[in-house]
């Protein structure tokens, strides 16, 4: 059998949990051009540019001298849109598309050997503006970076932080691709409900397997977690 490029789409990852409603302050308009490496903005519509625009002005702020005045996320920021990869950015503004899903990140990949990936970054605007932004204990060993003192733009930036992060280790380390590889072939299965006989799982069956999976999931948050973390400090003391 002729061999097809292999596409495979791995999803992750969990940010922050939905709590009360909240309004906030209104974006500024700006605009950015789509460039044909690093980030895309072709998915996005024109009220969601300036949503964009908007997380980008906290991205690349610098100081009277020109430094980047959040370097965590600046630098991940550049790694990520070097890298040669397309990342196609999607921003989520209906409020019916989105749960408790703060972002995630997608790879699929463009070759057969693997080396070329076209990444969807997505984030969910809705589920960010009504995250609860205070402390929050970790949910069966998943870590919550808070929000609070964050304003509207800076909690889409810490969650696009983390995301940055996932993207950026995936690209840089063969092992972490294929730690997220492992993950989503069982995350698809367990949604499946089917396993690796073809036969359905009983509901026993899929516990099991989601908690023989969930320890991976916990070790592919941490660096991702470990980024959220120093940038919130970082978004914190530019205040
Ligand atoms: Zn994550």
């Known amino acids: 059998m002729a061999p097809e490029s292999t596409l495979w789409t791995m999803v992750l990852m969990l940010s922050s949990l939905v709590l009360p409603p909240q309004s906030g302050p209104q974006d500024g308009p700006r605009f950015v051009a789509s460039s044909p490496g690093g980030f895309r903005t072709d998915r996005l519509s024109l009220r969601q540019i300036r949503i964009w625009n908007s ?10 001298r020109g430094r980047p005045v959040h370097p965590i ?39 057969p050997a693997g080396r ?54 995936a690209v840089r380390d063969p092992d972490y691709l294929r730690l997220l590889q492992e993950i989503c072939t069982e995350q698809i299965a367990i ?23 969930w320890p991976l999931v916990l070790k592919s948050d941490r660096p991702a977690i470990a980024a959220e973390a120093q940038i919130y400090r970082e978004l914190l003391t530019r205040k």
């Not at 076209?118 to 995250?131: E, K, Q, V, Y």
């Open 73 to 111: 996320l600046y630098g991940l920021w550049c790694t990520v849109g070097q890298s040669g990869h397309p990342v196609f950015v999607e921003l989520i503004t209906d409020q019916k598309k989105c749960s408790n899903l703060a972002g995630e990140c997608a790879f699929e990949t463009l070759d």
């Open 191 to 213: 949604a499946a409900g089917v396993g690796t006989d073809g036969k359905p799982l009983s509901a026993g069956a899929l516990r099991a397997r989601w908690n023989l999976i």
């Open 55 to 64: 997380i980008r002005r906290v991205v690349v702020a610098a100081d009277a």
């Open 116 to 169: 070329m990936y076209r990444i969807r970054l997505r984030l969910f605007i809705p589920t960010i503006d009504r995250a609860y932004a205070g402390e929050q204990p970790p949910q069966e060993g998943l870590v919550f970076i808070p929000f609070s003192g964050l304003s509207r733009e800076e909690r889409y930036a810490k969650v696009l932080g983390h995301e940055l992060a996932h993207i950026d280790q």
